[in-house]
Structure formats: C-alpha cells, structure tokens
C-alpha cells in the first residue's frame, strides 16, 4: 500500500482543485492538498500537467453533497452542464493493491450527486470506510476507442528506464524505453496531442519521460485526438523483502547418536529396491553424489496405530526426540499406490522437537493417508534437513541433448506457483557417453522478477516470503558451472532410468552441510500433458467478478460460495500468501474438479515440470500458464530468405540449421515472397515504433532486390519523382471510394460542389473490404451433381468468417441428403489458414412413416433440423 507521508512529501501537487462538501464549493490551492483531504486516485490526478487529465473536480466523502454544489464545481471546471462524467472512489489509503476493489459508475452531470449517495451506501464502500476516509472524484468522460496501462513497476521491469504498454482492447503488450541521453530533455507539457493509433506510444513516451526515473503505474484513453491520463500511481515504497542466502545457516551441526533407536534405522539395501524415493537416492550415490543418511521406518504395527487411531507410542517419541534434536524432515512414500497419487505424497516442514513431530504425524500425515485406501507397505522416511539457496527442477530425456531447468530462491514448492527463472541448455551429444559437463551450453536464459519464494522461517515452518530488491531479478542458479552440473547430471540420470525424467534439485548448499554446492534429490518419469501447454491471456490490473485470485484458504471457500450463488467466474490465479494450500494435495485435486464442474481457466505462475501442473492437467483441468518461454516445436520449417547472420545465431543457441544459397530467378522470387511477409509485418505492426523497425526490414528486402536486379539506388528515385510529378505522391491522404460513368442522357447529374473531402481519423470508419461467397450448383461430365465454392476476400483481411450455408447433394441411391458447410480463415503475417467445416445434417426419425410421405409430398424438409418451424406442416400432438 502506497505511504501517504511518503507521496505527500515526495511527489507534492502543483495546481489546485475545486472540493464539493456539503452544498460548498471550495477552491484548495496546491499547499492545501494533501491525500487524506481529497483521496489517493485524485492526488494523483493532481500531480499530473493540466493538458494531460481531462478536467475533474472532488467531491468529499465526509458529507452528503448537494447536486447545487457540483453543478457549480462543474461549472467552474469548464465542464458543461449536459456532459456525461466518471464518477470515482478515490480513498485515503486507495494504493495500486487496491485499484479496482471500489467502484466507479458513468453517469449524467445531473445525476451525479444521486450517483455518489448510491457509491457511498453500496455495501463495499461501507465497510471500505471503517479503514479509510473514501472521496469521490467527478471527472469529464472522454469516449476511448482505446485505452490502456502504462508501468514500470518492479514486477515488469528491472531498471526503471524501461516501461511496458499495456492496449486494453486486445491485452497487447509493447515495451518502451526511456534512454537519458535519448529523452533526458524536460518533456513537453502541452496536451498529449495523437491522431492515430499507432502514434499511442509516441505519446506516451513523454509520461515516460516525465516520471523519470520514478516507478509509477498510469491508466490512459484515446480518444482518437489526444491521449489523456486518468490515474496515476507514484511507486514510492522500497520494496521490503528478504535475501535468500540470509535465511539459509551456513553452520555445521553436530551429528545425532543413532544407536539407540527402536523404530528407526538407517536405510538399508532392500529399502533401496523397495521403495523408489530412496530408489533414487541410490542412483544419485552411483553417480557419485554423496547423499545424507535415511533413516526408515515401516513397523506395520506402529504404522496402524498412528493412522487408525492416532496414537503415538512411548518408544517412538523417544526416537522422535533423538532424530528432532538436529532439523528433521519427514517423508512418505508406499506401495501399491494408484496413478497420480504418488504426488505431493505427506511431507513435514522442518520439525525441531519432538512435539512438532507428534502433532504432523497426528494430524496431516494421519489425513492424508486415511484417504489413500490402496497405499501398502507405508513408509516414514526421515532426513535431517539440508538447507539450500535455491532450488529446481530440471526435464531431460535419453535421447534428446536439450534439458529445461527451472529455479525459485527456497525450496521447490515455491516453483508450483510463483515465477521463476528459466535455463534451455544444449548438452551437445545425444549419447552421453561422449560428451561433459563442461560441453553444456546454455543457449536460453530467462532470469525474471521473482517476488515470492518459500523457505524456512526461524521456527521451522515453511512459509511463503518476499524477496528484497537485491534478490527479485538476480538469477537463482548464481553460476554457470552449476547449470552445466544440473543439466549433465539429469540427462545422466534420464539415461539410466531409460524415460524422460523430470529431477529435484537443491542449489548452493553451505560447505558445512555437503561437499556438494547442487544436489539432486528425487526424480520422476516426465509425461508430456495430453492437452499440451496453454499460455494465459495478459491479465488485467483491476480484478472483475470474471477473475479471481486464490491465496489462502479463506479465498478458496469464498469462490466456491460465490459460484455456488451464481456468480460467473471466468479464470482463477493461485497466488499463495501464505503456506496454508501449498502443498495441500487435497485442494489441488478439488480445484481441478471444482474447475471443470464450473468451466473456469485455472491460471498458474508455477513451472510446467511443477507437480501442481502435472495433477492439474491429469485430471483434465483447463490450466493455462502465465509464461511458456522456451516451448517450441523440435524442428520448423522456414523455406524462405533470412538475414545473412540469422544462421548462425540460431546455431549459437545449440538448434541445427539446414540452409541453401540462392541465385538467379529462385533469388529473385524468394525476395520477393519476402517483400510480401515485410509488408503484411508493417501491416500488422501496432505502434510507431514497431511500424519504424517493421519498414526497416521492409527496405532491407527492397535494397537486396534491386541489388539481385542490378538496378541502381538513384534509378529508383529518378522513376519515383517521375511518377510524383505526373500522379502525385500520398501527401494528401486522399482515398478514392468509388468511381461512376453516368449514362449520356441522364438528367439528374451530380454536379460538384467544390466542397473538400470529408474527413476520417478513426480506423473503424474505414469502408469494409469486399468479401463473397455464393455456391454454384453444377454437373459434373459424369452427370453427378456438384457443388463449387467460391470465397472471395481481400489478402489483408485479419479475419474472415463464411458463416454456415446449407446445400445438397444426391447420394448414391438418388435420394438428396442436406450438407452444411462453414469456412473460417485467419492470417498470420503473410500467411493464411482456412478452416473448412463439412458436415452431414443429421437424419430425423418419425415415428408414423406415413406422416413422413406426405410431408415429402408437400415439399417439407423432414431430413434436416434446421427447417424453420413455421415452416413444417406437422401438428402437434
């Protein structure tokens, strides 16, 4: 939440504002203005240039307002007495957490002051105001044919010179870089004046430039003319987070004396065939990874007595109070258990007494395996903790070079679902057997913002923190040598287990605890989900009834109640504040169904080699992942001309290239099917940034051509100015709409009236191109009646849609029988998919055959569904 002493002392106002109490109409200079007098969202309206903000007064929460006064406010505003106005919350404690959790309504100028009574009764507002004073801002509306975010929070970019776009109308996102020695120079103040949509960020550089070098979020509108800014949020708080390494003890611990366990002991050899967690263990050992000691216990008459009844023997407490006395984690694994329960199997936080691990064992293990009805063979597995920086997990496979890690600060149930950083490395050899560690080569790094991370807290629990601004997009795996080490070693362990694998690993392990920096800990066969990978749609800053956030258990109830009343829920983040749901396997498995009985998206931050992912998609849940760098297709193919050092640089990310030179015609052609891709690029380019580098490339192709052709530079020119002088150039922006010949004996000419052209600023008041379809009944030289279709549409049409057409066609035993057809097509740059749909009708049953003849004699269509039923000569029953 955003400091009020902090915003008032760093970023004062420099212009008044006219405040509505009661029926009063006060004019507050800017030394008068603080947030708790007219709000957050209006200080910050207020600190913005005049010509930015479209005009708005505030009206005060802590009186009733009379509509008198906010004509009058109104009035002294310039805004007119028929204008249509926002009516907004704008609360004292309102930071950027909270934009979108009060309301704002459209209304009538003379409507607002029965607007604002509404607002402040609504129920929201009520209990909003037992923790904050909430004003309300009355602002003019501007219609907005676009509109969007503009942010340089900390979560977006690493350094605040670099700025995202946000285009609200279809979630596109453009970056936009502030250089001082390119935009250091104080911004122009004059109205933020934009003609075109392309033009949006040209004019939103020069927010950019006035925030400079402040982090801060804003809200624009277009509308058509100029961008104008309708909030402003100064990010004036340093984050306040944790730095991994500091939470991890770098100390060495004594060892425990294990020799007077009674139920415990140390794993032995048929633990290690038995069961597959120590299973993996064993493998590790072979490949010459030192592993800590297991200790095991699987006595079936103690293991009944804490799972049926949850009772704790004498003797085992004393082995707890023994192994506890050094951080302990215990683990669970079993035979016989059924597909997709040996995930997140009951696991402890570190347990430092005894106490601690009485009450686990009593309460989530003991729940947890009276659900697993077919588990046998239960077994406790306990290891003292080993503290790590860093974790991840990483995919290979026997026969491929590429392995994916993925890595959080803290342990690896962070890595379920918050962000993460992401390395693609090329191991060099399919066959390991002849290559290195040391021949690894990352050839993609995705080292992103990383705000949350789970990690012990001083007693032990694991907890969800927050990582401090040294830490946040620092890289998780802090050397090369050890992204070398993880991706060797899993495809080491892949081809020995002889299956795709995805591994566990612990990072930047203390000297004092292991010889080891990384470790690996667990591994599983790696299935590749049915559905494949979803990436989520951008989401918006404000939350609506269509999005929710799940982030503790107390969320979770409240969607299932909110659903179970009706509201309509459209997609859900996991977002964990805490540790509650973590690891909770129970609430995973009931989101997914819960998921799909309601048809919600689940939206996860989390890795795709994560078990919450893996359960989800199993399970047939529709989950979409927030980012999917790195996944592609194996191979693509291009066929067609590239810049000459794209070959290589796709060859220094580790893929292999099949290239041919081009010469004579087959060079000319490939140029010029690249000319087209170029222009359908400028075409589809959003910004004038994007349209800037787009023509760049364009005339990289067009100067190649006329090198293949041998035709000079200034001949080029010589033939354009020809052209200019003899039919002019696009200086005018004139489009020709139609053209007509009247007939020679028509009297009703039109004459000209010398007026200029109308003009036509917005995109959407273009004249549609021309499309067709029709369906040309035809005979083939058989005899056999055909169809022909034709479709007809401009190469630049973005979408295209034929709807559904019905026809028929004679079977083989000459009856008619209805088809229906539809065709969709999309373009992609400069290319074009077409999507055919062809389908039977279905055929309908009668049930008096009788009925059937005379409705066919009569010409009525019994066959087909779609006979209007007004239509058909059937009574009712």
């Known amino acids: 939440m955003t400091s009020q002493m902090d915003l008032n002392e760093s970023h004062p106002v420099n212009r008044s504002v006219i405040l509505v109490s009661s029926n009063r109409c006060l004019n507050l200079s800017s030394s008068k203005i603080t947030t708790e007098r007219v709000g957050i969202k209006a200080y910050g309206l207020l600190q913005l240039p005049e010509p930015w903000v479209p005009r708005f007064f505030v009206v005060s929460g802590k009186e009733k307002p009379s509509q008198d006064a906010i004509g009058r406010a109104a009035k002294k505003c310039g805004i007119s007495d028929l204008a249509t106005v926002y009516v907004r919350s704008s609360g004292t404690k309102e930071g950027i957490e909270e934009r979108g959790s009060l309301d704002s309504w459209t209304c009538s100028l003379v409507e607002a002051s029965q607007y604002i009574k509404r607002l402040a009764a609504s129920p929201h507002i009520r209990a909003q105001k037992r923790i904050q004073t909430v004003h309300f801002i009355v602002q003019e509306r501007v219609p907005s044919p676009e509109k969007g975010h503009l942010s340089n929070e900390r979560r977006l970019s690493r350094h605040p010179r670099d700025w995202t776009v946000e285009f609200e109308k279809d979630g596109g996102m453009e970056p936009l870089g502030i ?6 120079s104080t911004p122009s103040l004059s109205p933020l004046s934009c003609d075109s949509h392309p033009r949006i960020t040209r004019a939103l550089r020069a927010v950019a430039s006035w925030a400079h070098p402040h982090r801060a979020h804003f809200e624009w509108i277009w509308d058509g003319t100029n961008v104008w800014i309708v909030q402003l949020d100064f990010l004036t708080q340093k984050l306040i987070g944790v730095t991994p390494k500091a939470l991890v003890s770098q100390s060495k611990r004594a060892p ?86 040996r995930e997140m199997l009951p696991r402890s936080d570190e347990l430092r007494s005894a106490d601690a691990a009485i009450q686990w064992l009593t309460t989530s293990f003991r729940s947890a395996m009276l659900k697993l009805e077919s588990a046998r063979n239960i077994v406790l597995m306990g290891h003292h903790f080993i503290p790590a920086t860093a974790s991840a997990w990483a995919q290979a496979l026997p026969n491929k070079r590429r392995v994916r890690i993925e890595a959080l600060w803290g342990i690896p149930e962070g890595l379920y679902y918050f962000a993460h950083d992401v390395y693609d490395v090329d191991t060099g050899v399919i066959d390991v057997s002849k290559g ?136 859900v983040f996991i977002s964990p504040e805490d ?65 000459d050092k794209i070959p290589e640089d796709i060859k220094s990310r580790g893929e292999q290239v099949e290239v041919v030179h081009l010469t004579g015609d087959a060079l000319i052609e490939a140029l010029k099917d690249k000319l087209l891709e170029e222009a359908f690029e400028v075409l589809d380019a959003r910004t004038a ?33 020809k052209k200019r002088a003899k039919r002019g150039g696009f200086k005018e922006a004139l489009m020709l709409i139609r053209t007509s010949l009247p007939p020679a004996l028509a009297e009703d000419l039109i004459e000209e009236t010398g007026e200029p052209p109308r003009n036509i600023a917005r995109q959407e008041q273009l004249p549609r191109p021309e499309s067709d379809f029709h369906i040309d009944h035809r005979i083939d030289i058989t005899g056999s009646p055909e169809r022909q279709i034709t479709l007809t549409m401009p190469a630049y049409i973005n979408e295209y849609a034929a709807g559904n057409h019905r026809f028929d066609l004679a079977t083989q035993s000459g009856e008619r029988h209805d088809l229906f057809f539809s065709a969709t097509v999309t373009r992609t740059s400069s290319t074009l998919k077409l999507r055919l749909r062809l389908t ?21 269509d019994t066959g087909s569904p779609h006979t209007p039923p007004q239509n058909r000569k059937r009574k009712k029953a």
């Open 179 to 184: 250089r001082h020695w390119r935009d250091a």
């Open 436 to 571: 290195s560690r040391t021949k690894c080569k990352v050839i993609l790094k995705r080292e992103r913002y990383k705000g949350k991370f789970i990690a012990p807290s001083e007693e032990g629990d694991w907890i969800v923190h927050h990582t401090d601004e040294d830490s946040d997009w620092t890289g998780s795996i802090t050397k090369q040598s050890w992204v070398q080490e993880i991706a060797w070693t899993t495809r080491l362990i892949a081809a020995k287990a002889g299956y795709p694998v995805v591994a566990m690993w612990f990072i930047d392990l203390p000297i004092g605890h292991s010889k080891h920096q990384v470790l690996p800990w667990f591994h599983d066969k790696w299935e590749r989900p049915s559905d494949g990978y979803k990436s989520a749609l951008q989401r918006k800053k404000r939350q609506s009834s269509q999005f929710r956030k799940i982030t503790n258990r107390a969320s979770w109830i409240q969607l299932q109640n909110d659903l179970a009343d009706g509201v309509k829920v459209e997609r």
């Open 689 to 721: 940034d994007s349209i800037c580098e787009e023509v760049a490339d364009l005339k990289e192709v067009v100067d190649a051509l006329l090198r293949a052709l041998d035709i000079e530079p200034r001949e080029v020119l010589r033939t354009q100015e």
């Open 256 to 341: 425990i004396d294990d020799s007077n366990l009674k139920h415990f002991g140390s794993a032995k050899q048929e633990h290690f065939v038995s069961y597959r967690k120590l299973a993996n263990a064993r493998m590790y050992q072979e490949l010459g990874y030192s592993m800590p000691t297991f200790f095991v216990m699987n006595d079936e008459q103690v293991m009944q007595s804490v799972i049926k009844d949850g009772v704790i023997p004498a003797s085992l407490k004393d082995d707890l109070e023994t192994l506890c006395s050094r951080p302990f984690v215990l683990r669970t694994d079993a035979t016989d258990l059924q597909p997709g329960e």
């Open 579 to 643: 540790s509650e749901i973590v690891r909770d396997r129970d609430f995973v498995l009931a989101l997914a169904e819960h998921s799909k009985q309601n048809d919600y998206v689940v939206e996860l931050s989390g890795g795709l080699l994560s078990h919450v992912f893996y359960i989800l998609s199993k399970a047939r849940c529709n989950v979409e992942l927030v980012d999917l760098v790195g996944i592609k297709e194996e191979q693509i193919e291009y066929n067609k001309i590239v810049r």
């Open 840 to 860: 039977n009708s279905p055929v309908q049953l009668t049930l008096f055959p009788e009925e059937a003849t005379l409705l066919a004699s009569d010409g009525v």
